[in-house]
């Protein structure tokens, strides 16, 4: 008996081993036992990543080739909004015949585990500085307000910021002419 089950991520390559040319297609969802990143935003834990690989049997060992989808949640960096995004990544590992060489990744007990090949791709694509939008504009630093409600935008609008621009203006307008208003312009 084993003593350690093998993990979500590892797949049987019995019918491949040592037999260069062939190859294997899996498709698998693994919910994750613990969430995947560790900055603003993660793949949090009980989320399903969608794995779709290839598995071939080459000379040296079992070259691994896959696509991997995810969701990640956390923040915006700018003005802290939750948000959720998808995270779609390639990856290729080669998983080496235990043998002289150290290699870091190897076929074990006829499997290969992808888990750490998997989590190093999509955490690293994680954004580092995430944000809700490209423009989010982001807190003011005196008030900690929204910029964007500060600017007379309606809040969960998106707007684009040509006219966020022109309507600051137009309220700069008012200001200077001594009105606190902030009614349209027609001009
Ligand atoms: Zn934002």
Same mark, same amino acid.
């Given at each position: 008996?084993?003593?350690?089950?093998?993990?979500?991520?590892?797949? /049987?390559?019995?019918?491949?081993v040592?037999?260069? &040319?062939?190859?294997?297609?899996?498709?698998?969802?693994?919910?994750?036992?613990?969430?995947?990143?560790?900055?603003? +935003?993660? +793949?949090?834990? &009980?989320s399903?990543?969608?794995?779709? +690989?290839?598995?071939?049997s080459?000379?040296?060992?079992?070259?691994?080739?896959?696509?991997?989808?995810?969701?990640?949640?956390?923040?915006? &960096?700018? @003005?802290?909004?939750?948000?959720?995004?998808?995270?779609?990544?390639?990856?290729?590992?080669?998983?080496a015949?235990? &043998?002289?060489?150290? /290699?870091?990744?190897? +076929?074990?007990?006829?499997?290969?585990?992808?888990? !750490?090949?998997?989590?190093?791709?999509?955490?690293?694509?994680?954004?580092?500085?995430?944000?809700?939008?490209?423009? @989010?504009?982001?807190?003011?630093?005196?008030?900690?307000?929204?910029?964007?409600?500060?600017?007379?935008?309606?809040?969960?609008?998106?707007?684009?910021?040509?006219?966020?621009?022109?309507?600051?203006?137009?309220?700069?307008? /008012?200001?200077?002419?001594?009105?606190?208003?902030? !009614?349209?312009?027609?001009?």
């Amino acid at each position: 008996m084993r003593n350690s089950r093998p993990g979500p991520f590892s797949l /049987n390559v019995r019918d491949i081993v040592r037999r260069p &040319g062939e190859m294997r297609e899996h498709s698998i969802d693994v919910p994750l036992a613990e969430k995947w990143g560790e900055g603003l +935003v993660a +793949v949090p834990s &009980g989320s399903a990543v969608e794995l779709d +690989v290839r598995l071939e049997s080459v000379h040296e060992g079992i070259l691994a080739t896959g696509d991997v989808h995810a969701d990640y949640e956390g923040i915006c &960096g700018r @003005c802290l909004t939750e948000i959720a995004a998808p995270v779609d990544v390639e990856f290729q590992e080669l998983f080496a015949y235990p &043998g002289e060489e150290a /290699n870091d990744f190897e +076929v074990q007990d006829d499997h290969v585990d992808l888990e !750490t090949v998997v989590r190093d791709a999509i955490v690293l694509s994680l954004p580092f500085q995430p944000v809700c939008r490209p423009e @989010c504009p982001g807190l003011d630093p005196e008030t900690g307000e929204l910029l964007d409600e500060q600017s007379g935008a309606t809040s969960g609008e998106a707007l684009d910021p040509r006219w966020a621009a022109l309507e600051k203006f137009a309220a700069e307008q /008012n200001d200077e002419s001594g009105e606190s208003g902030r !009614t349209p312009q027609n001009s």
